[in-house]
């Protein structure tokens, strides 16, 4: 009988330690669940080619709004129209704020101390391809949805933070002036006539996250101080490895914010586009993996509790 208390407190002293290791564990793989962003892509994909114009699109921009709205984001859309390689156009890029706790209005029109967390959500137009873009358009919108639920129960993180959903960042026939790009165009045009103190204060642009090779690579002509602030984080959650930095500048939606005096990083997986997938049938679900998803997932969570945690 004498040693029981001695056992029991082995036994409990056992205990602790299981479940500290495993609440370690869990501090350490974050909220951010790949599975629950990959289901987002799901959704995605499933209401078909989601290129502008198209009832799909329509469908993608309910579900995003849905999605935001049910996770206490709100919503606003920005409709505009455009000349295109195959004519006039219509284009709604899709922007959410989470409320301030004082029950105010959210002020649109005022950007200041504002992170823009963006997307673009839709698909190229391919002739005679059914071209799903489950990472080419819906990896990143699945990330960026699976983060504002996780925000949710950090509003005050929440409250810093703009995501955007860019409507036609893919070109009809190539990237020029006035093909591409068009609802990040259109959506810097109003920031660059912005004081500078009610501009956001920079821009992170997700872009192809999901490849089950993932190898994210900014930039070369990235704005410095954005890419320091990506790869500690991704050094604080032992993702490092996965980021480099691309030998040429890369034409997506980072550059109209940059040019209208937001800095913007573009974090993209640039390998993938030479690695054959790109702009192809076979950018489909089955390319997607939960896993990649959740790295980019866990870093951007870690950024954004660096910046705005205390
Ligand atoms: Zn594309």
Redesign the pocket.
Known sequence: MRFLPLILIVIIAALAGVFLATSGNKANSGPFSGERAFAHVASLVGLGPRHPGSEAIAGAREYITGQLQQAGWHTSLQEFEEDTPRGRMSFVNIRARFPPGNGGEIDWKRGGGLLLLCS?YD??LIEGVKFD?AN??GSSSGVLLELAGVLRANPDIARRVEMVFFDG??AFVDFTEVDGLFGSRHYAKFWRSAPVEEKPEAAFLL??VGDARLRLDPPSDSPRELLRELYGAAEAVGERGIFGLHPTPITDDHVPLNAAGIPALDVIDAAYISRGN??TASDNLGSVRSQSLEKIGRVMLELLARRFGD
Do not use: A, F, M
């Open positions: 673009h698909t190229k873009g080419d358009g960042e893919e872009d192809l790109w702009h």
